[in-house]
């Protein structure tokens, strides 16, 4: 593994899994009805990290799974990421994801609530294959985690009195809880003690809380453009996250003032990107992300340190390390 840094090592390791998890999504995405297979391969194809898979297929292995239980699974937990893509792009109302046009923008917004549910019922569908109720159960469970942060996130956006438990509320729901599910589904299909499985499903969370920390503090960062990111989206959208609640907090007034006209009311002027990026580097709340997001990465780290040392072990750390050091 020497030299390979980020998400490589994983993907190395978990090539012909993946692989086999990916021709599962292209089967079970199939439909009858063209406009399914349609607007979910574009997504699909959209690609991403297919980090969330990746940890299903990586901690099955890691706890001695030698079967094939995990592929159907890790497909289950990207479908279920995908349908919410799908929901959250239209609820947001994104026109651009990953630099490409988003379904809802190219086949409307019922299309596209439409195949998320039958991309969920997919999802569904694969756990029941799988036969085991405690897969099941906490793949349900995260599901319905997931819907309810969503459902949060709403009730909060724009809203500037936000505050730090109530954001990391939203992201533990939104975010975190696949990750989370995703790590503890492979330690159930290699059968192993519940100690491990709930260790797993810390890592998870760990992970899934760093890495959407550090995708709130690059929406104001240069290096966002490096990665593939638009700088300002989160901004332009009127999103509260994790800076910017630090710096209205650490704020006087005048600066209360300005979050609530650009995020609040949506009344966005020229330069008012650049000041709010001179008002989070002054309050330091860009650093106090990063430093957020590296406590839960060290909360990761911990819960996965009990495992026996190995390749797959190195590749999950490293996939952690990468989750905070894409902020430098």
Same mark, same amino acid.
């Given at each position: 593994?020497? +030299?390979?840094?980020?998400?490589?090592? =994983?993907?190395?390791l978990?090539?012909?899994?993946?692989?086999?998890?990916?021709?599962?999504i292209?089967?079970?995405?199939?439909?009858?009805?063209?406009?399914?297979?349609?607007?979910a391969?574009?997504?699909?194809?959209?690609? +991403?990290?297919?980090?969330?898979p990746?940890? /299903?297929?990586?901690?099955?292995?890691?706890?001695?799974h030698?079967? *094939?239980?995990?592929?159907?699974?890790?497909?289950?937990?990207e479908?279920?990421?995908?349908?919410?893509?799908?929901?959250?792009?239209?609820?947001?109302?994104?026109? =651009?994801? %990953?630099?490409?046009?988003?379904?809802?923008?190219?086949?409307?917004?019922?299309?596209?609530?439409?195949? +998320?549910?039958?991309?969920?019922?997919?999802?569904?569908?694969?756990?029941?294959a799988?036969? *085991?109720?405690?897969?099941? !159960?906490?793949?349900?469970?995260?599901?319905?985690?997931?819907?309810?942060?969503?459902v949060?996130q709403?009730?909060?956006?724009n809203?500037?009195?936000?505050?730090?438990?109530?954001?990391l509320?939203?992201?533990?729901?939104?975010?975190?809880?696949?990750f989370?599910?995703?790590?503890?589904?492979?330690?159930?299909?290699?059968?192993?003690?519940r100690?491990?499985?709930?260790?797993?499903?810390?890592?998870?969370?760990?992970?899934?809380?760093?890495?959407?920390?550090?995708?709130?503090?690059?929406?104001?960062?240069?290096?966002?453009?490096?990665? +593939?990111?638009?700088?300002?989206?989160?901004?332009?959208?009127?999103?509260?996250?994790?800076?910017?609640?630090?710096?209205?907090?650490?704020?006087?007034?005048?600066? %209360?003032?300005?979050? %609530?006209?650009?995020?609040?009311?949506?009344?966005? !002027?020229?330069?008012?990107?650049?000041?709010?990026?001179?008002?989070?580097?002054?309050?330091?709340? =860009?650093?106090?992300?990063?430093?957020?997001?590296?406590?839960y990465?060290?909360?990761?780290?911990?819960?996965?340190?009990?495992?026996?040392?190995?390749?797959?072990?190195?590749?999950?750390?490293?996939?952690?390390?990468?989750? /905070?050091?894409?902020?430098?």
């Amino acid at each position: 593994m020497t +030299g390979e840094t980020g998400l490589t090592p =994983l993907h190395r390791l978990m090539a012909d899994d993946l692989e086999q998890v990916n021709a599962t999504i292209v089967q079970r995405m199939q439909s009858d009805v063209p406009l399914i297979p349609q607007l979910a391969g574009h997504i699909v194809a959209a690609g +991403g990290k297919r980090l969330r898979p990746l940890l /299903t297929l990586a901690t099955a292995r890691m706890c001695g799974h030698t079967g *094939s239980r995990h592929i159907g699974l890790a497909a289950s937990v990207e479908f279920i990421h995908t349908a919410t893509l799908l929901h959250d792009d239209v609820v947001d109302e994104s026109q =651009l994801r %990953r630099g490409l046009d988003t379904a809802n923008s190219l086949w409307g917004n019922q299309a596209s609530v439409l195949v +998320g549910d039958f991309l969920f019922s997919r999802a569904f569908q694969l756990m029941v294959a799988d036969g *085991s109720l405690d897969v099941l !159960r906490i793949l349900s469970d995260a599901s319905a985690v997931i819907a309810e942060g969503e459902v949060n996130q709403l009730l909060t956006a724009n809203d500037t009195e936000t505050d730090e438990g109530d954001y990391l509320d939203v992201i533990t729901a939104k975010t975190a809880a696949l990750f989370a599910a995703a790590a503890r589904v492979g330690a159930v299909v290699a059968e192993r003690p519940r100690a491990e499985e709930k260790a797993l499903e810390r890592f998870g969370r760990g992970l899934g809380i760093a890495f959407q920390l550090v995708d709130d503090v690059l929406d104001y960062s240069a290096e966002a453009e490096k990665l +593939g990111k638009r700088v300002g989206d989160d901004f332009r959208e009127g999103k509260i996250t994790l800076p910017v609640v630090h710096a209205f907090a650490r704020g006087d007034e005048r600066e %209360r003032a300005f979050w %609530r006209r650009c995020l609040e009311e949506l009344d966005q !002027r020229e330069g008012d990107m650049a000041h709010a990026m001179e008002l989070l580097h002054r309050h330091g709340a =860009l650093d106090a992300g990063i430093a957020r997001a590296e406590s839960y990465a060290r909360d990761a780290r911990e819960a996965i340190s009990g495992f026996a040392d190995g390749p797959i072990k190195d590749a999950l750390l490293e996939a952690l390390r990468f989750s /905070t050091a894409r902020a430098y």
